[in-house]
C-alpha cells in the first residue's frame, strides 16, 4: 500500500479525487510505498487565522497514580506544520474545567502548540489576520520582527499598512 504525503490533511476525499487516482494507476505496479507530488487541488482542512476549539488532555501524576483531565481550548491557526496545525491558544480559562491556559501549557509562553486535526473543530467566528513572516495574529500579543527605529518591514506583515517610521538624515 503506498502512502501519498500530499493528501495527508487534505479536504478533498482521496479515493474520488481524480489527481489522487491518475497518480495511483500510474504507479501500480512499480513497487513505491511512498509519494510526495505538488497538488494544486490540495486545501487543508483548516486555513491560517481560522479561529478553531480543540480538545487537549492534561496528564497529572502523584506518587501512586495518573489521571487523565480532558479539556477544551480556544485558539487561532496559524499554519500548517507536518501533520498537525500550529495553534496559538487564548488566554484565560478552557471551556469546562475553568482551568487557565498559562497553567497548562506552562513550556511556552506565547501560546503557540501543535494539535492534530483529529482534535479540532472550527468555530464560527470570523477568521483573524496572520503574519506571514512573524505568525503575529491581529489583536494579539506583540511578536512582529519590526520594531521601533526601524525601516524595514517583513514581506507579508499586516502592519505593512501603517507607514514605517522615518530615519533622519545627517549631512556632514
Known amino acids: 500500500m503506498t502512502h501519498y504525503a500530499t493528501c495527508f490533511n ?10 489522487h487516482l491518475a497518480i495511483r494507476e500510474a504507479l501500480k505496479g ?19 487565522g481560522q479561529r478553531v ?12 497514580d495518573t489521571s487523565v483531565l480532558h479539556l477544551t481550548f480556544k485558539g487561532t491557526v496559524i499554519r500548517e506544520r507536518g501533520t498537525k496545525f500550529v495553534v496559538q491558544v487564548d488566554s484565560g480559562k478552557d471551556i469546562e474545567e475553568e482551568i487557565d491556559a498559562s497553567e497548562v501549557f506552562k513550556k511556552n509562553d506565547a501560546l503557540l ?7 479540532m473543530r472550527p468555530l464560527n ?5 496572520v503574519c506571514l513572516t512573524c505568525y503575529q495574529v491581529e489583536g494579539q500579543e506583540e511578536r512582529c520582527y519590526r ?3 526601524q ?9 505593512a499598512s501603517e507607514p514605517a517610521p522615518k530615519q533622519e538624515e545627517y549631512v556632514f
Not at 30 to 48: D, H, I, L
Not at 113 to 119: C, N
Open 147 to 149: 520594531s521601533e527605529g
Open 125 to 129: 467566528d470570523p477568521a483573524q489576520a
Open 10 to 19: 487534505c479536504v478533498n476525499d482521496r479515493y474520488t479525487c481524480p489527481r
Open 30 to 48: 512499480n513497487g513505491v510505498y511512498s509519494v510526495k507530488f505538488k497538488c494544486p487541488e490540495r486545501r487543508a482542512f483548516f486555513s491560517p
Open 113 to 119: 502548540i501543535k494539535v492534530r486535526p483529529a482534535d
Open 151 to 159: 525601516v524595514w518591514v517583513p514581506k507579508g506583515c499586516i502592519k
Open 53 to 64: 476549539v480543540f480538545d487537549w488532555k492534561l496528564f497529572e501524576s502523584d506518587e501512586y
